[in-house]
């Protein structure tokens, strides 16, 4: 294998799968990633899951075009995983805002971990038995980050409705997930 490859070899690897580009392109960037990822608070038992799921995105990217060369895949792949640690922690965030718990009296990790993917789930699930608007509206508001005037504006209503809107949405999105 040659000590390095050019962005444009990379690309081209990335983009048919070559297994031993795409290795080396893990061996270059891990040390990185594992860095970035740590200094965000990742958990280091959630790191490898997010690499993998970084390389796929990465792929994916490359092969719809999406990647504009603008920096390179190494750099690019960090941003990715930081993306997707950063969207994971919203996740939580906002499904610790779903069923209005505090998980931060939890003492065991692993626990906390465990109960945070089991809350995710139930939500998932659930969020798709609501309405199409309260689905909508709990994940502009929740994942997206929309405030509620925009929502307002968006669909026409009074800021006054969408919030009451919104509340019985995660009323009855919460009873769903604790019943």
Same mark, same amino acid.
């Given at each position: 294998m040659p000590e390095k490859y050019s962005e444009e070899e990379l690309i081209e690897g990335l983009r048919s799968e070559n297994h031993i580009l795409i290795e080396y392109i893990y061996l270059i960037s891990k040390s990185r990633l594992y860095s970035s990822l740590l200094k965000l608070g990742t958990n280091k038992h959630d790191i490898p899951d997010l690499i993998q799921d970084?390389?796929?995105?990465?792929?994916? +990217?490359?092969? +719809? *075009? $999406?990647?504009?060369?603008?920096?390179?895949?190494?750099?690019y792949l960090i941003g990715i995983a930081k993306y997707k640690h950063l969207n994971n922690r919203r996740l939580l965030s906002s499904a610790n805002t779903v069923l209005g718990m505090d998980?931060? *009296?939890? $003492?065991?990790?692993?626990?906390?971990? *465990?109960?945070? =993917? =089991?809350?995710?789930?139930?939500i998932r699930v659930n969020l798709k038995k609501l309405s199409s608007d309260c689905q909508d509206i709990i994940h502009k508001f929740y994942f997206k980050r929309i405030r509620l005037i925009d929502l307002a504006n968006e669909y026409n209503y009074q800021e006054n409705y969408i919030r009451t809107k919104k509340n019985r949405c995660m009323k009855k999105l919460k009873e769903l997930v604790i019943s």
């Open positions: 970084s390389f796929v995105t990465l792929i994916a +990217n490359i092969r +719809n *075009d $999406k990647f504009k060369n603008q920096s390179g895949i190494v750099t998980i931060s *009296d939890v $003492k065991y990790e692993v626990e906390l971990d *465990d109960m945070k =993917e =089991e809350q995710l789930n139930q």
